[in-house]
Nanobody, 114 residues
Framework: VQLVESGGGLVQPGGSLRLSCAAS????????MSWYRRAPGKERELVAG????????NYADSVKGRFTISRDNAKNTVYLQMSSLKPEDTAVYYC????????WGQGTQVTVSS
């Protein structure tokens, strides 16, 4: 099982980024997928999750209305579209999923700063 995130970077406040997580080694379409983040000095927190078929999703209150999680089961990829970014969104973002929800990617850094 492998989860590989990409798409992080430096963005100004109010800007947008789209993160991607490419999955391999398991039947991607069968599993719930989620995004977490760890900000400096803080514990890792759930940002958003999406059901296996993509019909249901949930979000942390802090990102509702600004972030959108989606997935393409044909490409074995889950996305996190982030808009209206704030400095407090600065964190390492991780993809999580797979059998028993037991697998994590290596993380991708998102820095929101002017």
């Amino acid at each position: 099982v492998q989860l590989v995130e990409s798409g992080g970077g430096l963005v100004q406040p109010g800007g947008s980024l789209r993160l991607s997580c490419a999955a391999s080694g398991f039947t991607f379409r069968s599993y719930f997928m989620s995004w977490y983040r760890r900000a400096p000095g803080k514990e890792r927190e759930l940002v958003a999750g999406i059901a296996s078929a993509g019909g249901r999703s949930n979000y942390a209150d802090s990102v509702k209305g600004r972030f959108t999680i989606s997935r393409d089961n044909a490409k074995n990829t889950v996305y996190l579209q982030m808009s209206s970014l704030k400095p407090e969104d600065t964190a390492v973002y991780y993809c999580r999923g797979g059998p028993w929800n037991n697998y994590w990617g290596q993380g991708t850094q998102v820095t929101v700063s002017s």
